[in-house]
């Protein structure tokens, strides 16, 4: 029952380097999501996909990419790294439509950009 | 702009005494979730409050959400060790469905 799961952990890139997080979840949720998490900040939304093949911005979407590969997977992708892009980032799963659950989150990806 | 604001941002205190944490927010909503996260770990749901007047309670954390006020408590009775972490209140608003969350509250309950 693995829940969501990202990859890598880690990740330390250099200023202009590209990469891409990958998320995937197996519980056949409909709307998936990027966060990122800034010290006194919470968590703001990057980008979102309600269903599968459909993707929207959310609060701070610039300097980032996202993909709905499929109902299962979500990648987020960084085209140009910036220092400013040093985060912890979230996906996170719902099922669309029920309210009885909230997000379900995955372990979080680190990324600092030097 | 819609705004989700927690207070306090920090709190200490002291095992066995009682404490709130307040949410309020700036939107027409009665969806309000609380979650928490342990140091370098992922969020972890806590509550669902559905409606008006809603109260969950679980151990010694006890959730409630006032929908005209727009105003969520969680309250902390007879703190332990154990729930010292960071607190999270996230708002889905009746049009969208993105949620909004606040920017949380740490807490460290001190032996």
């Known amino acids: 029952n693995a829940g969501v799961t990202q990859t890598p952990k880690f990740q330390v890139l250099k200023t202009g380097q590209s990469m891409t997080l990958q998320c995937a979840q197996d519980m056949n949720h409909n709307s998936m999501y990027w966060y990122r998490q800034d010290p006194g900040m919470g968590l703001r939304l990057i980008y979102y996909?309600?269903?599968?093949?459909?993707?929207d911005k959310g609060e701070v979407p610039n300097g980032y990419n996202v993909s709905r590969l499929n109902k299962r997977e979500f990648s987020l992708r960084l085209e140009s790294a910036a220092p400013s892009q040093t985060s912890v980032y979230f996906c996170?799963?719902?099922?669309?439509?029920?309210?009885?659950?909230?997000?379900?989150f995955g372990s979080g990806t680190r990324l600092t950009v030097v | 702009e819609l705004k989700v604001e927690q207070n306090p941002l920090f709190l200490s205190m002291q095992e066995g005494k009682n404490y709130t944490i307040y949410c309020n927010y700036s939107?027409?909503?009665?969806?309000l979730y609380w979650y928490r996260q342990d140091p370098g770990k992922s969020l972890e749901s806590l509550f669902v409050?559905?409606?008006?007047?809603a109260v969950k309670q679980e151990g010694r954390l006890m959730a409630s959400l006032d929908t005209k006020a727009r105003l969520s408590t969680l309250h902390i009775t007879a703190a332990v060790h154990d729930l010292s972490a960071t607190y999270f209140c996230?708002?889905?608003?009746?049009?969208?469905?993105?949620?909004?969350f606040g920017t949380g509250t740490s807490l460290t309950v001190i032996p």
């Open positions: 996230a708002v889905l608003p009746n049009t969208g469905n993105q949620f909004y």
């Open positions: 996909s309600a269903s599968e093949g459909t993707t």
């Open positions: 409050l559905l409606s008006n007047g």
């Open positions: 996170a799963s719902t099922r669309g439509g029920d309210l009885n659950y909230g997000y379900t």
């Open positions: 939107t027409t909503s009665d969806r």
